[in-house]
């Protein structure tokens, strides 16, 4: 793995995070694969309602030995809109297997996992000598 990103979120008008109103899903199986072109993906991880890491590879490592030093480990802190929080949740909800979890019963909710939950999502992974 190349970099880590650690993802944060702004707060609304009343200085609450946005994750009061818009926080983090998650569900049985919590990681959201997100496709960032035909070799690479991201992988995103709730760890509360608040705050998710993004997990970004960097291919050019990819058929080096590992490094257990973690030497060429970066990680940047990011602060997300609220479009983009749901963009996560959607991809929370497209990779789920059968459950979604959620803080708070907002109105929104029951049909936003409605919307995406039929979404499914296959690693293939190829190993080339």
């Given at each position: 793995m190349g970099m880590v990103y650690q993802i944060t979120l702004t707060l609304d008008r009343r200085g609450r995070p946005y994750a009061y109103e818009c926080p983090?899903?998650?569900s049985d199986f919590p990681v959201a694969i997100e496709a960032m072109g035909y070799q690479t993906m991201n992988w995103?991880?709730?760890l509360t309602p608040a705050l998710a890491i993004r997990i970004i590879p960097d291919i050019r490592l990819s058929g080096t030995a590992p490094d257990l030093s973690f030497a060429k480990f970066t990680?940047?802190?990011r602060t997300l809109r609220r479009s983009e929080i749901v963009e996560i949740n959607r991809l929370i909800v497209?990779?789920?297997e059968d459950l979604v979890f959620y803080r708070d019963d907002h109105e929104w909710i029951g049909d936003f996992v409605a919307k995406n939950r039929y979404y499914r999502?296959?690693?293939v992974t190829d190993r080339i000598p």
């Open positions: 983090f899903f998650t995103i991880v709730p990680s940047q802190q497209q990779c789920a999502i296959e690693a």
